[in-house]
């Protein structure tokens, strides 16, 4: 089985699902949305951030540096100031180990299944009184389907709510389908209904993404959808029709729609992991809220019952209710 590195369990999540929830970010995902936030769960391998603000060039990571990417050279003062060259770097993370200001700070923690489930159900209480449980996400929990599936059986041993994140990108349903049983809540990110953009921008086709979306549905899972709305990539009229054309026709099997309004939450991320090059959104500014309101009205009017812009923020709901009856902020 292959076992995925953890880069963040987070409590008290509002986001992920209903209740309050934690989230399990596993690293790792195939797809490459180049307005990601998450850019440190893309690469299932360990890496490190650089807080060059927090740096004060006392060289501990030079010496022990195997590759000669970190050195010491001349600042534009008389002050030495460290240079990093990422090309060089074999990620030994020796650096971030001899570091004492915390400059460097690893990404990507090995943990067992034994204790990523103490962590997650030490919030056991709060998952019943808010109707919340956990969500596995990241990077992409399907990167690591064997995995996944333990996860969520164990969870679901303790009876709390399981859910995961996922842009569904199997290309085969064999890999989703165990997950029937143990998952409580698929939440499916769908970024553009345009095959060609979708492969073109994301690196991934999108019929066999759509397809295990009509699997699912078939199947009677319980499924959220995501539409992250990306400044010149998805947010026409043209595009928002799309959406609401193909979500209309599982209006009625569909738990509801999470419209989510591009953020710039990623960008200090690609700077302290050295990817600002890569990143083509450095200093894109935000759509306003107002932006997204016809896809929310048109899929209201298409008949999803639950249509929200932002997620399922504070959503209450009971244990074994699903989200379509719960009291959720509703738009349009
Ligand atoms: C980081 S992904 C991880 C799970 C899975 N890989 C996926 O894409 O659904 C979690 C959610 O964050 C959203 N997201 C990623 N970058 C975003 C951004 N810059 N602004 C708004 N939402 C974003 C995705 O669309 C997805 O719904
Ligand atoms: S060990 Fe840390 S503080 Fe010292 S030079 Fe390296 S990154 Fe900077
Ligand atoms: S992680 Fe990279 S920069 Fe740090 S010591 Fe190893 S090779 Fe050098
Ligand atoms: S599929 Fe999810 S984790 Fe992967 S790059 Fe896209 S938004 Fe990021």
Redesign the pocket.
């Given at each position: 089985m292959k076992i995925p590195l953890i880069t963040e369990i987070q409590r008290f999540s509002l986001q992920d699902g209903p209740g309050f929830r934690t989230t399990v970010f596993l690293k790792g995902?195939?797809?490459?949305?180049p307005?990601?936030?998450?850019?440190e769960?893309?690469r299932p391998t360990k890496e490190f951030y650089y807080n060059q603000a927090r740096c004060v060039s006392c060289g501990r990571c030079v010496a022990v540096c195997p590759s000669g990417a970190s050195s010491l050279v001349q600042g534009p003062g008389k002050d030495l100031v460290l240079q990093l060259d990422r090309s060089k770097c074999i990620n030994c993370m020796r650096c971030v180990a001899v570091c004492l200001t915390e400059a460097r700070e690893s990404v990507g923690k090995t943990m067992s299944m034994e204790d990523i489930l103490q962590e997650v159900l030490s919030d056991e209480p709060f998952y019943r009184n808010s109707g919340g449980g956990v969500t596995i996400s990241?990077?992409?929990p399907l990167l690591y389907p064997a995995f996944t599936l333990g996860l969520a059986k164990r969870i679901k041993q303790r009876n709390v709510h399981v859910a995961i994140e996922?842009?569904c990108?199997p290309k085969s349903w064999k890999t989703i389908q165990p997950l029937l049983n143990f998952v409580d809540l698929f939440i499916v990110?769908l970024?553009s209904m345009n095959p060609q953009k979708h492969a073109d921008v994301?690196g991934w086709p999108l019929k066999p993404i759509l397809d295990n979306i009509e699997r699912l549905i078939e199947s009677h899972a319980h499924v959220r959808i995501h539409i992250?709305v990306i400044p010149g990539f998805n947010d026409s009229q043209q595009d928002f029709d799309d959406y609401i054309a193909y979500l209309s026709q599982y209006s009625k099997q569909l738990e509801g729609v999470d419209i989510l309004n591009y953020h710039v939450y990623g960008e200090g991320k690609y700077i302290s992991l050295g990817r600002e090059k890569e990143y083509q959104y450095m200093g894109v500014k935000e759509n306003p809220p107002e932006k997204v309101l016809p896809l929310a009205r048109g899929l209201k009017l298409a008949g999803i019952s639950s249509v929200t812009i932002g997620g399922l923020v504070g959503i209450t709901e009971s244990r074994n209710t699903s989200s379509r009856d719960a009291g959720m902020q509703c738009v349009a």
């Open positions: 995902c195939p797809l490459k949305c307005w990601c936030h998450n850019p769960t893309q990241g990077g992409d996922t842009s990108f990110d970024k994301i992250p």
